[in-house]
């Protein structure tokens, strides 16, 4: 399977942070950064579909209170 140099440092960064991280820390696009270009959500996206990452889906429930709690979703290598 050939990937794109940004698919590359998308899946080296994720292993830096240990092999997971929430979608809220994640852009949308590609952003560039003080180090390169920042992986977004498009590229996690595809990689997903390349089955290397899940990207988690949450499921809101409500609590005792009966207030509604939504965990945050994540992209996890496989």
């Not at 990689?47 to 209170?65: M, N, R, S, Y």
């Amino acid at each position: 399977m050939e990937l794109s140099s940004t698919e590359h440092e998308a899946l080296d960064w994720l292993r830096g942070e240990g092999g997971s991280v929430l979608v809220s820390r994640i852009p949308e696009k590609n952003e560039r950064g003080v180090f390169g270009i920042e992986p977004g959500m498009t590229i996690f996206k595809k990689l997903a579909k390349k089955g290397l990452v899940i990207i988690t889906e949450e499921e809101p429930f409500q609590l005792e209170d009966g207030t509604w709690f939504e965990f945050t979703p994540s992209v996890d290598l496989v």
